[in-house]
């Protein structure tokens, strides 16, 4: 089994709604670092709601189709079972954080699936180190900042080791800084553990160094799927589309359409000086302005 | 405009978020306000509207100081729009909400119907009038939430993190409508902010704040120009810029990806003709 | 060596009984013994406005005894009884975490989990919910609104202010509902928490609370 989540044209109304997914048709492999974006209220709440059963199991509503997690359909299945493969950190951070203080937060949810201590203990040390909150167990939650409120509901979700991890505008609270290092954390998780990494994000910047897929939902339907060339060519066709594909890509479609030429897949700021770099050298503009002229 | 001199803030004992900061702030600028969580940027946006009274120093408005003032004092001439819009949406409509301020204020009923017409307009949002706040899009609660401020008629805006949360077309929605406020009213802006391409697009100064005190004052250019240490404060170099920084060392970088771009074509351009 | 949460709880339901089997002057000496106890669990600000909160109270309960009996040992016996209550439950919420006692309450008292997990939310959420209510007010006076004037559109305008609060609080539950969803809470799995097991300590009290009962007792009704 080599995806790990498969949306099977999937629909979705909540309860007395109009429907907020349509025909929503992805897959997400083993391993992968994808990254979902578009416009607020488009649905991609949902969507990770659907990956951790919530959707349809909690809310009732209707739904077409099938999500398939670990090759099974969620439909009926309960959530407190799905949540040991598919852990979800929701995008309001305080409020999903249930306890008084750092270490009965992520306890609880271990207590909670049956483990015992002397095997909770260890792995809620273990979740902490992971996120770098060792040392705050005893930490009162009012009195961590929001960046290390928003890793403690990371930790509680790591804690019981799911093999997909999906989080929903996870930076939105976070200076650059901080959210650069939460990216940076997840993809050392995803190596290290070959674990499946899902985030929410607008600010494509940031996780353009470390995602492998793009999925770009616009009112409930999917815009753009799949590797992030693929992907940020099918948004850049569509002019109004255009301002959610990153700068870095901008700049690189702007340049591929003068220079006629592909100009390779960007990841940070120092590839994409590199490459214009040679093409600013006099060789390429002559070869261009010759092939140009005849 | 405003003056901020040696103004200290403690918030606990010998924890000092601000640490003799002095800015003064001309009319008709377009400042972002940057630095990491905890820096002292919001706790400085909040001295200037009189929510918090500096332990020491002290904030002038118009020449006027600020000490012993409240935030409702100083509505007519410094507006403040917060981070979380659901938590400032205290009416029924669109327009009522639009209206709270002048009429708690006591402005008469007619001028405060102009007042929410034009503060509508200028947000973009006049269609949305009758609307329910609560049924509106993130982004456009985010714009009600300027229109509210505006219906003050403020001669400054201090927003603090409003394009959290929203993706790159809202954004450019609400920021058009600061741009436009800025460049044809003339009002001040003050823009709290972590997303460092906004900075370098739209702002015309740069204030760093780091430990309570102002790290760098200037042009974004200048900040994201290569010699300052933003990873200590915290910040990142906007994409644009650090490409901008590699290709043409020792120019100002332009504003966005479609301005680079035309400088790199110009440069192709001239350098294929050159030779 | 620490007392468990439970022998506290058991400390403090014992003074309760105390307050209506030992006599006055005994009473007096216990309720100074647990002021003491309080300031020095706790020698902050808050001790003090919570003793003296307590004393407004029992001070209005004796007055009010007063207006309406002439006993005046009666009225001043109750003042002094609540004030010997109250100040135990000060003392037991003084030295003891709120998390170890709801855990002694479910484990020595059967209180079903679900309840003691609410009273711990309760706590969770009052940080938040006084943020997020400084926020809206915040919001409020910087739109112009300011807080003097007659007294019905102050309250006119402390309802503007409730509204958005108690949205936000419904999200902030709605998201509380969903979080335990996935966290498993009410899942038959459950494990029992590390247990707080009595230590020599414990028991040594727990008889000495049981003499003196027994003695108060003897003494009331012998």
């Known amino acids: ?294 | 405009m405003i003056n901020v001199e040696q103004v200290d803030f403690c918030y606990k004992r010998n924890q000092k978020a601000l640490n003799q900061v002095s800015l003064t702030i001309a009319p008709g600028e377009f400042i972002a306000l940057v630095g990491r969580n905890g820096s002292g940027k919001t706790t400085l946006s909040r001295v200037m509207m009189a929510l918090l009274q500096p332990t020491a120093g002290r904030v002038l408005v118009d020449g006027e100081s600020l000490k012993g003032k409240k935030p409702s004092d100083v509505a007519g001439t410094v507006g403040y729009v917060f981070q979380n819009p659901d938590l400032q949406i205290l009416a029924e409509t669109v327009a009522e909400e639009v209206a709270y301020g002048p009429a708690a204020k006591g402005v008469a009923p007619e001028e405060v119907k102009r007042r929410v017409h034009r503060a509508l307009e200028l947000t973009g949002l006049a269609e949305l009038a009758d609307a329910y706040p609560r049924t509106l899009s993130y982004g456009q609660k985010r714009r009600l939430a300027v229109a509210a401020a505006l219906a003050l008629k403020p001669r400054v805006l201090i927003l603090d993190e409003i394009t959290g949360g929203q993706d790159a077309i809202e954004k450019e929605a609400v920021l058009s409508v600061l741009k436009r406020l800025n460049e044809e009213q003339g009002v001040t802006i003050i823009l709290i902010t972590h997303d460092m391409s906004t900075v370098l697009r739209y702002a015309g100064r740069a204030i760093v704040m780091a430990q309570g005190s102002v790290a760098f004052d200037g042009a974004p250019q200048a900040l994201f120009a290569g010699s300052h240490p933003l990873a200590e404060w915290g910040l990142s170099c906007p994409a644009v810029a650090a490409v901008a920084g590699a290709l043409l060392p020792g120019e100002a970088a332009p504003a966005d990806a479609a301005a680079l771009c035309q400088v790199l074509i110009e440069k192709m351009r001239r350098n294929g003709s050159c030779n | 060596m620490q007392l468990t949460a439970f022998s506290k709880i058991v400390a403090t339901m014992a003074v309760t009984l105390w307050a209506f089997l030992l006599p006055a002057p005994v009473l007096a000496g216990l309720l100074l013994l647990e002021v003491l106890m309080l300031f020095s669990a706790k020698p902050e600000r808050s001790s003090a406005l919570a003793l003296a909160s307590l004393l407004l109270f029992a001070g209005l309960m004796v007055g009010l005894q007063l207006l309406f009996s002439d006993d005046v040992v009666t009225a001043f016996l109750g003042g002094l009884r609540m004030m010997v209550m109250t100040t135990s439950f000060l003392c037991m919420f003084a030295t003891t975490r709120i998390q170890d006692i709801t855990q002694a309450l479910v484990e020595k008292f059967r209180l079903p989990r679900e309840y003691a997990f609410m009273l711990t939310a309760a706590l969770r959420f009052i940080p938040d919910f006084l943020a997020d209510s400084k926020a809206t007010l915040d919001a409020q006076s910087c739109r112009g609104y300011s807080n003097s004037g007659n007294p019905i559109r102050r309250c006119l305008a402390c309802l503007a202010v409730v509204k958005p609060l108690v949205l936000r609080a419904i999200v902030r539950s709605e998201t509380l509902a969903l979080s335990l969803e996935l966290k498993g809470f009410g899942g038959q799995a459950h494990q029992t928490l590390v247990l707080q097991p009595l230590h020599v300590a414990d028991y040594a009290f727990l008889l000495l609370l049981t003499l003196v009962t027994a003695g108060g007792a003897v003494l009331r009704f012998a």
């Not at chain 1, 160094?209 to 992907?231: K, N």
């Not at chain 1, 850049?236 to 700068?247: F, G, I, Q, S």
């Not at chain 1, 690189?252 to 700021?269: D, I, S, V």
Request: net charge negative; charged share 25%.
């Open chain 1, 1 to 294: 089994m080599n995806e790990a989540v498969v949306f099977e044209c999937f629909s979705y109304a909540y309860p007395k709604t109009e429907p907020v997914l349509n025909e929503i048709e992805f897959v997400v492999p083993r391993g992968s670092f994808t990254v979902i974006t578009g416009p607020s209220g488009a649905g991609k709440s949902t969507i990770c709601r659907a990956m951790a059963g919530i959707v349809p199991n909690y809310y009732g509503g209707r739904s077409a189709g099938r999500v398939l997690v670990d090759g099974e359909d969620t439909a009926g299945q309960r959530i407190a079972d799905l949540t040991r493969f598919v852990g979800l950190v929701l995008d309001d951070y305080e409020s999903q954080l249930v306890s008084l203080t750092v270490e009965e937060e992520i306890l609880f949810g271990l207590y909670n699936r049956g483990l015992a201590p002397a095997e909770a203990l260890p792995a809620m040390r273990k979740a902490l180190n992971e996120v770098g909150l060792t040392g705050k167990e005893k930490l009162r939650l009012d009195e961590l900042s929001g960046g290390q409120r928003q890793r403690l509901a990371i930790a509680s979700v790591l804690a019981y080791k799911p093999d997909v991890l999906v989080l929903d505008e996870a930076a939105s609270a976070l200076d650059p800084e901080g959210a650069e290092s939460l990216y940076r954390m997840l993809d050392e998780l995803r190596r290290d553990y070959n674990l499946t990494v899902i985030v929410v994000e607008h600010e494509l910047a940031y996780v353009l160094p470390y995602a492998t897929q793009m999925l770009a939902v616009v009112d409930g339907r999917v815009a753009a799927c799949g590797a992030l060339d693929e992907a940020f060519s099918a948004l850049w066709t569509k002019p109004e589309l255009r301002a959610l594909v990153p700068d870095l890509w901008q700049i690189k479609f702007t340049m591929e359409a003068y220079l006629n030429r592909k100009l390779g897949e960007w990841r940070t700021a120092a590839e994409a000086a590199a490459a214009l770099q040679t093409v600013l050298t006099k060789g390429e503009t002559e070869e261009y302005d010759q092939r140009r002229t005849g």
